[in-house]
């Protein structure tokens, strides 16, 4: 930018800077204040009364060094007289003072002004600032693991009393949920191209029963799930996938006053196998999203036990302990963190042969007390058109389970 300086604005520039009065010396080399000699306009700023000289004399002091302060004292007194004369002369002669501090016009941006004696101006150009890099060096970087571990292990409980006349009745009762969930994937940090993730989880519910005059307890949770997906990387966020989920139970349950067996170790047991595509999002390590569509599925429905156990509550043919299927499903994972305290997990999963539909969809609600206490709110609705249509339900199958307890969490990063 081209800027024209006028006589006015070198003046304020220069008395901007130099702020300071000359004045002639006689003789005797003190300064003659009646006929100053000024070499830049005055510029007045404040007024300092003069010093008490026992105020002097402690500001001579707290300015003293233990030794060889002399160039201190001189340098003090020099600026101290300066100072003086500039304060006289303003005061003796005010018509000497052309500006005020307050008053002065912005001085100009600081750049460097080339002459241009062909057009007889002067020019100011920016200025090319060197910016130092003031990034700080990275942080010590700690061994990295091809393998990121989390693991998650929970005990809930909950308890009731009720008094014999309480007027709604009902039977005292306690039950306990203990829950193991643990992660295993791959670090796509190190693996870009790659995903593998493993999920083993192990869901154990307990509770007393007054009711059953045969057990003192029933088992109103046991599920063990084991996923694993692999997959190599198409494009952006999309692999080409593999995909295996494993399920069962390992204790006898029962019916209530009853003998009949309802489940037990691998009756029912489910394994699905998959061939497809993986989408996978991940934002920092507090939202987590997984989508997998396995056009080509195998499903494989397992009864070990058969003699106490009717094995078409699982669509398992009658007399038989397994039943194939081809077909397609469809699993979709979503964690989301929304602050440290409050967690959901949710987990929609489906297949079908084309002739049948089943389809399970847990959400868990963790709200974090502290770092050890935890409350959660279970939800897990199913449908299987493979089994019984029941008269209630139809197809349609609903658990849910609010509980109060402690967690234990470990993780590892990078």
Known sequence: MKQFFTLKACLAIAAFTM???????????????DQPMLYAPLVYDNYTPAAHPAQASRTEALYALDAGDDWLQEA??????????????????PQLVAYNANRLPEPPPEGIIPSDPKQGMLTVVPAQVAVEDITPPDAPVGPL????????????????????????GGENNLALLGSVNWNCNLNQDLHPNWLFNNSLSYKLGIATTHGDSIRKYLINEDNFLFTSQLGYKAVKNWYYSAMLQFTTQFLNNYKVNTRTMTAAFLSPAEL???????????KADDRVFTLAIAPISY?????????????????????KHTKNAFGSN??????????PNVMITSRLYM???????????????????????????????????????????????????????????????N
């Open 19 to 33: 702020g300071l009065t000359m004045a002639a010396h006689d003789n005797s080399g003190r300064p003659d204040v």
């Open 76 to 93: 003090i007194s020099e600026s101290e007289r300066t100072r003086q004369l500039r304060q006289r002369t303003m005061i003796e002669h």
């Open 145 to 168: 693991h091809n393998w990121l571990h989390v693991f998650n292990a929970s005990l809930q409980f909950t308890q009731a009393y009720i008094s014999g006349n309480w007027y709604q």
């Open 272 to 282: 699905n196998l998959g061939l497809g595509m993986t989408y996978n999002y991940k």
């Open 299 to 319: 499903n494989l429905k397992y009864c070990r036990n058969i003699t106490d156990i009717d094995p078409t509550r699982f669509g398992i043919d009658a007399g």
């Open 330 to 339: 469809f699993e979709a994972k979503l964690m989301w963190r929304f602050n």
């Open 351 to 413: 297949f079908t042969n084309y002739q049948y539909v089943q389809g399970d969809w847990e959400n868990t609600l963790d709200l974090s007390i502290g770092k050890y206490l935890t409350t959660q709110l279970f939800t897990h609705l199913r449908f299987d058109r493979s089994r019984t249509r029941d008269d209630d339900w139809n197809y349609w199958q609903f658990k849910e389970i609010l509980s109060l307890g402690v967690v234990y969490r470990f993780a590892t990063v």
